[in-house]
Nanobody, 124 residues
Framework: QVQLVESGGGLAQAGGSLRLSCAAS????????MAWFRQAPGKMREFVATIDWTGTSTYYADSVKGRFTISRDNAKNTVYLQMNSLKPEDTARYYC?????????????????WGQGTQVTVSS
């Protein structure tokens, strides 16, 4: 059974930090990208960050570049999203996703498994 379980969400003040984790199991995660997407109330789901299998290539949405850092520990099948300098507009449900292949894709169609998400709320 494929499972992607996110944790680390919660309430933070503007300017604060949170670290999201995603524990993956049930499938190989070799040679596939992993990523984070988010969805705010009333808005479309959007790409946040992606990382390749080796962990050496990453790509970020312009809205989070310089503030968020994606990383992965393949020995633990875990992906992380370090979020610094949080803004109220970062408030959303954050989803961990597994890619269908290698690289650092940004489209939802390039990912085939999704976690249940973890809520991040940033107060001003």
């Amino acid at each position: 059974q494929v499972q992607l379980v996110e944790s680390g969400g919660g309430l933070a003040q503007a300017g604060g930090s949170l670290r999201l984790s995603c524990a993956a199991s049930g499938l190989t995660y070799t040679n596939v990208a992993m990523a984070w997407f988010r969805q705010a109330p009333g808005k479309m789901r959007e790409f946040v960050a992606t990382i390749d299998w080796t962990g050496t290539s990453t790509y970020y949405a312009d809205s989070v570049k310089g503030r968020f850092t994606i990383s992965r520990d393949n020995a633990k099948n875990t992906v992380y999203l370090q979020m610094n300098s949080l803004k109220p507009e970062d408030t959303a449900r954050y989803y961990c996703v597994r890619g269908v292949g290698p690289g650092i894709p940004t489209r939802m169609s390039d990912y085939n498994y999704w976690g249940q998400g973890t809520q991040v709320t940033v107060s001003s």
